[in-house]
């Protein structure tokens, strides 16, 4: 997409999504960090779901809405909220795209009760700029760890970014940390919402203990609010397990 167009686009998407949000007033779990993201978010989709079933006739209307693919930038994260399709590099489909965000921001009527919102974060900035649009009632972060994108700068620009997430959340909100991250847990400093920690760390608010692999998947014990969980998933790999903790301690807290 052209700078200028860019720029237009971005302007009235945020404008929309703003007006959209002070309109419905959805409350907003967001999910931060520097991967699985979208793990996570997906399986707070599924468990806010099955808790908060569409209502209505035909099908129901929907309680739960979350960032189709992985629409979670300053263009994404609007067109998620609106429920859009990107234009691409046409300036034709986003002059409808456009026109048909004004129509849902000033006249709809239909909106989900909660979204559960990527907000993908990279640079200085970006973080502000989303929460320009956004203010979570929840927010969890997953981690901020090293990878081939990001140097050990890029992971301190990452954690300056969460942190001013953790700030903004309300003191009658909650900030879900990754306790197994140091610089995750290092979150709870900044802020002043209540915190809960989840991971495999003995000191988590909510753990996963005794974990074991077999070939249907993994099961481990979930020990949280005392009490304990068995608890079996068909997916591999701990960013599941963490994804589905989280989740969890989500639906718990609603």
């Known amino acids: 997409m052209k700078s200028i167009l860019k720029k237009i686009v971005q302007f009235h998407l945020k404008l929309f999504t703003k007006i959209t949000l002070w309109r419905h007033r959805p409350f907003i779990v967001a999910v931060a960090g520097s991967t699985n993201k979208t793990t996570t978010k997906d399986y707070i989709l599924k468990f806010l779901r099955e808790k908060f079933p569409p209502t209505g006739e035909a099908g129901g209307e929907e309680e739960v809405r979350g960032n189709p693919k992985s629409y979670n930038t300053e263009i994404g994260l609007p067109l998620a909220i609106l429920y859009l399709d990107s234009g691409e590099s046409s300036a034709l489909r986003w002059l409808k795209i456009l026109i048909q965000a004004k129509m849902r ?26 929460l320009g649009m956004v203010r979570p009632n929840v927010a969890v972060v997953t981690n901020i760890e090293g990878s081939y994108t990001y140097s050990n700068s890029s992971l301190e620009k990452i954690f300056e ?34 915190v809960i920690t989840f991971g495999f760390a003995a000191d988590a ?34 960013t599941n397990i963490y994804a589905w903790m989280a989740a969890k301690v989500v639906k718990n807290i609603l």
């Open 205 to 238: 608010d909510a753990r996963a203990e005794n974990l074991k692999t077999d070939a249907q998947g993994q099961t481990f014990d979930f020990v949280f609010q005392n009490k304990k969980e068995s608890v079996r998933i068909k997916k591999y790999g701990r």
């Open 105 to 130: 921001a000033l006249f709809g009527r239909k909106f989900p009760k909660k979204l559960v919102l990527e907000l993908g974060v990279e640079e200085k900035g970006d973080m502000e700029y989303l």
């Open 161 to 194: 970014e969460m942190k001013l997430l953790a700030k903004k959340i309300p003191e009658k909100g909650y900030l879900l940390l990754n306790s197994d991250d140091e610089r995750v847990k290092d979150l709870a400093k900044h802020a002043k919402a209540k």
